[in-house]
C-alpha cells in the first residue's frame, strides 16, 4: 500500500508540473535572468519588432511578435519606432538621468489628452500566463490596453480592458515604471462578455498612447504555457522526459543532466534522477537530458 501510495504522490506531482508550465515568448538567449526582453540591441529589435498590417489597420500573421501600430492623426499617421541607442527618463522623469535605460520603442502621442488616436504596440502571443512591462516617460502618461483573441480583428474593434487617464487614473507619473500584473486586468464586464489576457490560445494585447507625449518602453516579460519551438510538451513516458517541480529536475531514471544559462554556459551538471536548483539565482535556465531539452525557470 505504502509503495502505491508513494507512486500516486509522484503521478500526481507530475500532472501538476505539466499544468503549470510556463515558456517565454522570447528566446532564451535573447532574455536577462528574470526573462525580460530588452530593447537595447540592434539584434533583438530586427528579430521581434515589426510593423503591423498597416492597409487593413491589424495585426500582420506572418510578421514579429512585436508589432509598431500607427497613431491614427491626419495627414501624417506617425508611426512608433525602435531604437537600441535611445535613453529614456531616469527616475526623476528627465532624460538620461539617474537609473535612465538605454534602448526602447517610442510610443508617439495622441491629438489630444484622453484621445483614442496615439500610436501603440501590439504583442503576438500564442497564449498568455503573465505580461509585464518596463516603461519610462518625461510625463504623466495615458494608456489604452485593449485586446483581442481573433487575429483578423481590426484594432478599432479590440476590447477594451482598461483605460488610465490623466490626471485622474495615470498609469504612471514621470519617471521609470515596472508594470506587472497586466494579465490580471479585466474589463469589468460580465462573465460572458469580459475577459483578462490570461489564456490558453491565442491572444493578441494592444497598448495604445492616449497622452499628448510620447513614452517609452524599455523591456517586455511575456510567459505562455505554449511551448516555443524545438522544445517538445512533456509527458510521463519516455526515460529522458523532464519534469521540474519546487525548483528540482526529476526523471524518470538516472542520466546525465545539464543545465546551461540563457548565454548558454554549462552551470550544472550531474548524473541522476534528481537535481536541485535551489541554490541558483533566479531565472531562466535549460536543462538537457539526452535528446530532450526544456526551458525552466527558477523562482
Known amino acids: 500500500m505504502k509503495k502505491i501510495f508513494t507512486l500516486m504522490l509522484l503521478a500526481m506531482a507530475c500532472t501538476l508540473n505539466i499544468q503549470a508550465q510556463e515558456y517565454n515568448l522570447f528566446d532564451a538567449a535573447d532574455v536577462d535572468a528574470d526573462g525580460w526582453l530588452w530593447f537595447d540591441t540592434d539584434e533583438k ?88 512591462m518596463s516603461l519610462s516617460s ?11 483573441k481573433d487575429i483578423n480583428t481590426t484594432f478599432t474593434e479590440y476590447n477594451v480592458i482598461q483605460v488610465y487617464v490623466t490626471p485622474f487614473k495615470p498609469l504612471f507619473r514621470s519617471g521609470i515604471y515596472t508594470w506587472t500584473g497586466i494579465e490580471n486586468l479585466d474589463n469589468g464586464y460580465d462573465d460572458e462578455t469580459g ?15 492616449n497622452s499628448k507625449n510620447e513614452f517609452y518602453i524599455h523591456g517586455i516579460k511575456v510567459m505562455t504555457t505554449t511551448a516555443p519551438a524545438g522544445i517538445e510538451e512533456e509527458s510521463i513516458a519516455g526515460k529522458d522526459k523532464i519534469f521540474f517541480f519546487n525548483n528540482t529536475i526529476s ?49
Open 45 to 132: 529589435i530586427e528579430k521581434y519588432v515589426g510593423l503591423c498590417n498597416e492597409e487593413d489597420y491589424k495585426i500582420d500573421p506572418d510578421g514579429k511578435l512585436i508589432q509598431l501600430v500607427y497613431a491614427d492623426i491626419l495627414p501624417d499617421y506617425p508611426t512608433p519606432y525602435a531604437d537600441s541607442w535611445f535613453v529614456g527618463a531616469g527616475t526623476d522623469g528627465e532624460i538620461g538621468s539617474d537609473g535612465a535605460k538605454t534602448g526602447a520603442i517610442v510610443i508617439n502621442g495622441a491629438s489630444a489628452l484622453a484621445g483614442a488616436n496615439g500610436g501603440g504596440i501590439v504583442i503576438n502571443m500564442p497564449s498568455c500566463k503573465s505580461l509585464s
Open 138 to 148: 518625461e510625463s504623466n502618461v495615458s494608456v489604452r490596453l485593449l485586446a483581442s
Open 195 to 209: 475577459y483578462n489576457m490570461q489564456y490558453d490560445a491565442p491572444i493578441f494585447a494592444y497598448l495604445q498612447n
Open 251 to 299: 526523471l524518470n531514471e538516472e542520466a546525465q543532466i545539464e543545465v546551461y544559462n540563457v548565454a548558454g554556459v554549462l552551470v550544472e551538471s550531474a548524473f541522476a534522477s534528481r537535481l536541485s536548483l535551489e541554490d541558483m539565482s533566479k531565472g531562466i535556465y535549460l536543462v538537457k537530458v539526452g535528446n530532450n531539452t526544456r526551458k525552466v525557470a527558477v523562482k
